[in-house]
């Protein structure tokens, strides 16, 4: 695998994403969302903090990453240019590796953005740097492992509905896996609360880099990745 | 070049290719031809990488398709079944994300592009995204991605399918172009074709080799034999005169009308004995009311060799 490789259908991707109306739209709306509950506290209870968006945005990017990978690998199939990328000197793997790559630029570009909910609450009361520091490498982590379902979710179908409910799923499920925990047996609730991507995800935000929750997004990454370009030896 | 040998490839329980074997030598034109769901694109796609075949193997220059597949792919150019295209493209970025893919050196992107360009004449459509493009501007685009980076083989699934018959003309003459220097591979179902453009012809059918050889190979594929029929007037019975020319096999009496005989006369393939008859004709004061070569049609032999074998 060489990056080389990786470098054309990364830009292309990117291109296709920004040459389209997708990234702004997404993009757009994203911040929108986030803007309105970032503001609505901010006004109606007078509180400048980004603790009330981030549960907010744990919620939005379930539909929001089906929403950017959905077509990246199930249209190449449908369209038949999977035949083209499948035919030319290069690894199934550096194909699923520069779509994965675009999308989650295009996420990160989104949460780039959100920067300036950051600046507002910093220059309205004195918020602790560190903690929104730790929000955002949290919400970055989070996002490449959800970027990594939807690509292995678009994997699996040549069609983009199929993909964005099966990725929309998984995620949905990965989020909130932890809201059963009060319902198990206590024997399952530290597996459950493990597989939570919401729970690393607070572990990460307070503000603790821990070395098993990198493990967990890092291996949700590999994993789907390496199950996408597994699913792409299916030709046709 | 191209080497195929006892390939065969399984969809469930369809044996789409079965145990077929041919040669492509470098710089040959091959038409692959057969009815449609013969198995000509599986083939191909195996030659291309895309597919594994189930059992056999391909080899292109001594090395197999599977395990020195990255290797391979270099080397071919692939215009696959419809010229799949990235219809939000322009004709310029999409050769040139090709070339980057085909890692043509940064330095000559521009210049092979522009080549290639030249080369499929799409110099009037380079700024429209390929979705919006004529039929055929897409298969042209297609050609010009497969001839990018200037391979030595090149695999073409119906280069012609779709266009108007102008622009079949000009595909046509395009790929004998191309073919002064490359291994040209393409397939198609229209005989006219193999006749326009190909060395060698291998027809397939049900997944079978029915029939592997030159063109001439091909009209002459049924009987093997040089076939002339002749009509003419004579007083006396011509056969045995006709059968004492040398090269004459067989003389065989059509029809028969008070003095006038029907004939046809065979010889072996290659032969050409018109001369010869005429002279005993003259010989006898036989009097010549018709005489041709019959020439069997491609047609004809096309459905025979591709009825019988299923």
């Known amino acids: ?236 | 070049m191209i080497e195929v040998r006892d390939l065969s490839k399984r969809f469930g329980t369809t044996l789409a290719v079965n145990n077929v074997s041919f040669d492509i030598k470098g710089g040959e034109i091959l038409g692959f031809l057969g009815p449609n769901g013969a198995g000509k694109t599986t083939t191909m796609r195996i030659i291309t990488c895309f597919l594994q075949p189930t059992s056999g193997r391909v080899e292109i220059d001594g090395k197999d398709v599977q395990t020195h597949s990255l290797e391979v792919r270099r080397q071919i150019g692939y215009l696959p079944e419809s010229a799949p295209t990235y219809n939000d493209m322009n004709v310029v970025d999409y050769l040139m994300f090709v070339a980057e893919m085909r890692r043509v050196p940064s330095a000559e992107r521009k210049r092979k592009v522009r080549r290639a360009i030249d080369v499929c004449s799409l110099g009037d459509v380079l700024q429209k995204n390929v979705g919006q493009l004529s039929s055929g501007y897409r298969q042209r685009t297609g050609l010009a991605q497969a001839i990018l980076h200037d391979p030595q083989i090149l695999v073409l699934d119906e280069p012609t399918r779709g266009l108007d018959p102008n622009q079949i003309v000009e595909i046509r003459s395009l790929i004998r172009e191309l073919g002064r220097e490359k291994t040209v591979v393409f397939s198609t179902h229209i005989l006219s074709e193999v006749e326009a453009m190909c060395d060698r012809v291998v027809i397939i059918s049900s997944g079978q080799k029915v029939f592997d050889g030159s063109k001439q190979d091909l009209q002459y594929g049924l009987s093997g034999k040089d076939r002339v029929q002749v009509e003419l007037r004579a007083t006396s019975d011509p056969v045995a005169a006709l059968r004492a020319i040398p090269g004459v096999e067989s003389v065989q009496v059509v029809t028969k009308n008070e003095a006038v005989f029907k004939l046809s006369i065979e010889a072996p393939r290659g032969k050409d004995v018109r001369e010869q008859i005429f002279a005993a004709a003259v010989q006898n004061h036989w009097v010549l009311l018709e005489m041709r070569r019959e020439s069997v049609s491609f047609e004809d032999v096309f459905r025979e060799l591709t009825t019988s074998a299923a």
């Open chain 1, 1 to 236: 695998m060489t990056f080389s490789n990786v470098l054309p259908i990364y830009k292309k991707e990117l291109r296709g994403y920004f040459t389209s109306p997708v990234a702004y739209i997404v993009l757009t709306v994203f911040l929108l969302i986030c803007g309105w509950f970032f503001s609505a506290r901010l006004f109606v209870e007078g509180e400048a903090s980004l603790r009330s968006v981030f549960p907010t945005v744990l919620f939005l990017l379930t539909l929001f990453v089906p929403a950017i990978t959905m077509g990246l690998l199930s249209e190449e199939r449908k369209s038949g240019t999977f035949e083209l990328l499948a035919t030319m000197p290069i690894e199934d793997i550096e194909i699923v590796l520069g779509k994965y790559l675009a999308a989650l630029t295009l996420l990160v570009t989104a949460f780039f953005f959100t920067l300036t909910y950051a600046i507002t609450v910093k220059s309205l009361g004195d918020a602790d740097v560190g903690v929104m520091f730790a929000g955002y490498v949290g919400l970055v982590l989070l996002g490449a492992g959800q970027v990594a379902i939807g690509v292995l979710a678009s994997s699996l179908t040549e069609n983009q509905v199929v993909a964005f409910i099966v990725s929309f799923l998984m995620l949905f499920i990965l989020s909130f896996v932890d809201v059963v925990l009060p319902h198990v047996p206590a024997a399952f609730a530290s597996v459950f609360e493990y597989l939570s991507a919401t729970y690393h995800f607070t572990n990460i935000s307070r503000g603790v880099l821990d070395t098993r929750d990198l493990v967990y997004y890092a291996s949700i990454v590999v994993l789907s990745l390496y199950l996408a370009a597994r699913a792409l030896q299916r030709r046709i």
